[in-house]
């Protein structure tokens, strides 16, 4: 389970988050929406400490992690939590294989040869098999998010946490990535956080879903009840209207 707690974050004078507060239970896909800038990726990031926050705290299975060093970030954390970025963020300048080798090197204890065979399971979990010797420039945009995805689930996390990993794809691709990460989660256990504007996709694969607005998590509730909320910013973020701040 992950904790977070009244979690403030201003860039200058920019307050970002200002209280916000989420927990993602054991075995659920739960998605976060809200519009563009509100701070869904500042949100994520704090978890795996690529942001610090001002205040409040992150917990993560009863440890509270919020002040860790980047040493322990990367022993303790890392491992068994991993990030989708939004843009992907696979090295140009090696194969798709040596990008899943370099995250597998980071978790130690795993000789070449059980590094090999993970990168394969990987690749063929999201039914990539045989990229391992193509360079990503070589890859579509949904083989990418899809190698993307393999170097996530590659160290076996408990976690996963997705930036938009549908954005900017066709619809038929979206579905693909979905059902993907619909199938991660049952098969293989993985506790997902997802960042999206994809709604649809939302409604179908999320078990629960919360909206970040005015740097909080303004509501919170069951996927398959989204449409019948009494919340007029929901409503509104839900159906595309425009929302605008309070602040
Ligand atoms: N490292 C940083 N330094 C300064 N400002 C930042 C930094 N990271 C984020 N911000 C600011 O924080 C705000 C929220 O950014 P964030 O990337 O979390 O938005 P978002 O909700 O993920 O948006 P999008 O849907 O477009 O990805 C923005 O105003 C952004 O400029
Ligand atoms: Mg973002």
Redesign the pocket.
């Known amino acids: 389970m992950i904790e977070i707690r009244d979690l403030h974050k201003s860039?200058g004078k920019?307050k970002?988050l200002r209280g916000a507060g989420l927990t993602l239970l054991d075995g659920e896909i739960l998605t976060v929406i809200?519009?563009?800038?509100?701070?869904?990726?500042?949100?994520i990031k704090s978890i795996i400490g690529l942001?610090e926050p001002d205040s409040g705290s992150v917990t993560i299975d009863g440890v509270d992690v919020t002040n860790f060093s980047e040493n322990r970030f990367n022993e303790e954390v890392r491992p068994y939590i991993s990030f989708v970025f939004?843009g992907g963020a696979l090295w140009d300048s090696m194969t798709v294989g040596a990008n899943i080798d370099l995250a597998l090197k980071i978790q130690k204890g795993l000789d070449e040869r059980e590094r090999k065979t993970r990168i394969e399971e990987s690749l063929r979990l999201v039914d990539l098999g045989g990229v391992e010797d193509i360079y990503p420039e070589e890859l579509s945009g949904g083989m990418l998010k899809r190698a993307s995805i393999a170097r996530a689930i590659a160290t076996r996390p408990k976690y996963l946490l997705y930036d938009?990993p549908t954005t900017g794809l066709d619809p038929i691709l979206s579905n693909v990535i979905n059902e993907l990460i619909l199938k991660l989660n049952r098969e293989l256990g993985i506790s997902s956080l997802i960042?999206s504007?994809d709604i649809t996709g939302t409604e179908r694969i999320s078990d629960r879903v919360a909206l970040?607005h005015d740097g909080k998590i303004v509501l919170t509730c069951d996927a398959r009840e989204m449409r019948y909320q009494d919340n007029d910013i929901f409503n509104e973020f839900i159906n595309g209207k425009v929302v605008y701040d309070e602040g």
């Open positions: 860039f920019v970002v809200g519009k563009s800038g509100v701070g869904k990726s500042v949100l942001i939004q938009e960042i504007h970040l």
